[in-house]
């Protein structure tokens, strides 16, 4: 669940960062059209997956592992 966590919150800083280069950085006024796209669509993909990793439920454990949990 941690490693799940810090991956997402990882993807979420990527994502963020890409999005926010899109209007703040100067320098990608210098890339094409279709580049300064793909750096918006990778970031808002970033974005989504970090959202999926961080509101995913963790896997079901089996009765096996002795929780003491019943399904």
């Not at 279709?34 to 896997?59: D, H, Q």
């Amino acid at each position: 669940m941690v490693l799940q966590r810090v991956t997402a919150g990882f993807l979420l800083l990527i994502g963020l960062l890409a999005m926010a280069a899109t209007r703040a950085f100067p320098f990608l006024d210098d890339l094409s059209e279709p580049a300064e796209t793909a750096v918006a669509i990778a970031g808002a993909a970033f974005l989504l997956a970090g959202v999926w990793l961080w509101l995913r439920k963790p896997a079901d454990r089996s009765p096996a592992a002795g929780d003491g949990e019943r399904p």
